[in-house]
């Protein structure tokens, strides 16, 4: 088991105050050393076209590096 928890929390609005934001922001403040919380940010992302597949925006590209490496994703 790993020493620490890699965690990647997704917030659906995009307003810097939404409730979803602070409340991933409280957890943040309150959680045990071990596991470490973030926000995988959505705001930079293109609607997904399926044919973009073959040439992947860096913005999907950088999204899915942070998911795939994440433990957990809330």
Known sequence: MPDTID????VG????ESFTRKLVRSFTSVAPPALQIDIAEI???PL??????????AAWAAFRTR???ADAVR
């Open 7 to 10: 965690a990647a929390a997704l």
């Open 13 to 16: 609005s995009l307003r810097r």
């Open 43 to 45: 705001g930079d992302l």
């Open 48 to 57: 997904y076209n399926q044919e973009l597949e073959s040439a992947v925006p």
């Open 67 to 69: 998911i795939k490496r």
